[in-house]
């Protein structure tokens, strides 16, 4: 037998012409061991440790590399090889897609508030349209809007247990100072249906809402922090405090000790990419982290068609090759959003089971319904405002739907996206964010094999 970390007892003998390497192969060399892979199919969720050895034979097979019956048998089992046509591996993962996509379908129902489209941030690279974010006009919820969409949300999924019992709050700002009754309102009759609330906000007139914020009605709250003091302040731009920065981390010291969960999310790129080793030990030594509820992820920044060519002059954006070494550099890649890669391999790893699939990359392509002010309704928030994204709206208390915009979102999965599903991490990265689809593969794969060099190094520890 090979080196292989997982062995079956052969039941037959498959001759070794009609054999071919699997079109879903994902070869990981380990950086923790010399001259080993980690080996993982893109549709069985197969994980062994191999030797380099091994690895060459099976991508050799189909020139009939010397291999012993148990180990083709193994291989066979866990996918590596097969006797399937390529055209064949493309169909079985077509199939597996459009049941994932239909079990996503029915499970999960999730709703967003776009509280306003008004901003007090003046962010160069926000993707939401600026006329409507930057105008002198109020766009916010009223009490009767809320009323219309409590009611539209049990209309368009009647089944609660069927619903996700988490609502976001979003904008523009959802925590401007003004919009407090209204912000309050929405979470009062929210709770009495049984939800709570995640928010994301710029932390800014935070202070204004700690009396009606706690552990019971928010879940999470996502803050961004753009780096060290000197460029959060540059990126993150009040439209009248010139400095942001301060303010915010007095803000978040308020809020931590309520229990509520806060997440700091550094929009990276290459002008901060080697600063966030510094925020890191900054909230060290102030004192956040001594909160288990604090948490602080790095997140690549994509390019927009909303960022103007005067904002792309402000903007450095990364490639995966440097923000995965940089953060290697300052050994801060665990602190990195790797789209669920690391869990998604160390839970497979630390159960001895296969990796989960899925089919879809966000509940936008599923069941994703974002409410703005007007009785408009999006797939998901970042194509709020974006009218050709618009798939239905309320009228009274019924909702005229667009179905061929609505069809379009909510069949969409991986296998819809062309050569997508004849890639080996198709059913691992799901095709990509519909909202950015720009250099989603590179950062993939570049964050996917971090997660699994991580997630083993963590697995042979413990």
Known sequence: MESMQFISSPSKIIPMETLRTSSYLIPVKLESEAGKYMLIHGYTGAIDIATENLLKKIQSVASGMDLSPETVEVLLKRGYITTKTQEEEYAYVARMAKALYQKSEILNTNFTFVVTYNCNFRCPYCFERRESKDGAHQIVFTQEMVDKVYNAMDIIQPRKLLRK???????????LAENKEIVTYIIAEGQ??????????????????????????????????????????????HYKDIETFNKIIENVRLILPKGITIRVRMNTDNLNVGKFADLKIYFEQIGFYKYPNFHLYSAPLYDSDSVSDTEHEKLDFV??????TKHKHYHTLSLCNDGGAYYMISQALNNHRAIAFRSIYCLSQAGEYAFDPLGNIYPCWEMVGRKEHLIGSLAGNKIEWKREVLKKWHTSNVDDKGICNHCSYALLCAGNCPAHPKSHCAFFRKLFEAAANRAYVRFKAN
């Not at 490639?319 to 995965?324: G, K, P, Y």
């Open 165 to 175: 019992n988490v609502i976001t709050l979003y904008g523009g700002e959802p925590l």
């Open 192 to 237: 009495k249906r049984g939800y709570k609330f995640s928010i994301i906000t710029n932390g800014y007139d935070l202070d204004s809402f700690l009396d009606v914020l706690s552990s019971d009605n928010i879940e999470e709250m996502q803050i961004t922090i753009d780096g060290p003091k000197e460029i959060h302040n540059q990126r993150r731009i």
């Open 319 to 324: 490639t995966a090759q440097t923000f995965v």
